[in-house]
């Protein structure tokens, strides 16, 4: 069975700080995807990155980044010179390509509190 | 000039009764799905729609009945509500099911059962 952790529970920084928000991941396939979403406070939830689990490339779009490692089954994600804007609770997500569907599970969210 | 849009916004209900959350997309995607988020904001899909045909169903209660008229609409009917039914209920799509394309997400339903 997969599993998406996000140990995280809650992360309160000041603005300008950076801030990292750990995913580990567990999965018997050899093939999968992993994802980001990010959750405002209104609610909706907004996809930010898909990642192939062959390509273990760090990638940076912006203020953030995200550090893939697949021999320690983790997905972190780092927002750089963190704003205001930024306070949401954030998803990791993992698909399971064998399943029927496009099937998402989800970890269970961090949120991400920054104070002016 | 919303993609993923799903009514109503809020609803607000008593237990017993049967009520429905309507989901379009307007985005042309083949496959549509319907997410339930609880109180702890633990996301679960509960169910999966490729063109109308049934994908995924979850072990979700038969009260919870998806309707997809076509691929563009895909409807929740919930009967005999009760209080655990409380929740963010969220319509998605993708492009197709196969691809593990990105889901679009809209921007949710919250259900209060008294």
């Known amino acids: 069975a997969q599993k998406v952790t996000q140990a995280q529970t809650e992360i309160s920084v000041v603005e300008k700080e950076d801030v990292t928000l750990d995913c580990v991941y567990e999965t018997r396939d050899t093939t999968y995807y992993l994802f980001w979403y990010k959750q405002p406070p209104s609610g909706e939830l907004v996809f930010l990155i898909r990642r192939n689990s062959f390509d273990e490339q760090n990638e940076i779009s912006g203020r953030y980044s995200w550090n893939f490692q697949k021999s320690t089954s983790s997905f972190n994600f780092t927002i750089t010179a963190s704003q205001v804007v930024d306070s949401a609770v954030y998803f990791c997500?993992?698909?399971?390509?064998?399943?029927?569907?496009?099937?998402?599970?989800f970890g269970g969210g961090t949120r991400v509190l920054v104070k002016p | 000039d919303t993609a993923v849009s799903q009514t109503p916004k809020y609803l607000v209900t008593q237990m017993g009764n049967d009520k429905s959350i309507k989901c379009e997309q307007n985005l042309g995607h083949d496959t549509m799905y319907w997410y339930k988020q609880d109180s702890k904001k633990f996301l679960k899909i509960m169910f999966s729609y490729n063109n109308k045909e049934l994908i995924i169903n979850e072990t979700v209660p038969n009260r919870f009945s998806p309707k997809s008229p076509d691929k563009a609409h895909l409807n929740l009917h919930i009967n005999s509500l009760e209080l655990g039914d409380s929740a963010v209920y969220f319509c998605a799509s993708s492009r197709e099911y196969s691809d593990n394309s990105p889901l679009h997400f809209g921007n949710g339903t919250r259900l209060t059962v008294t």
């Open positions: 997500a993992l698909s399971d390509l064998k399943a029927a569907g496009n099937k998402l599970t």
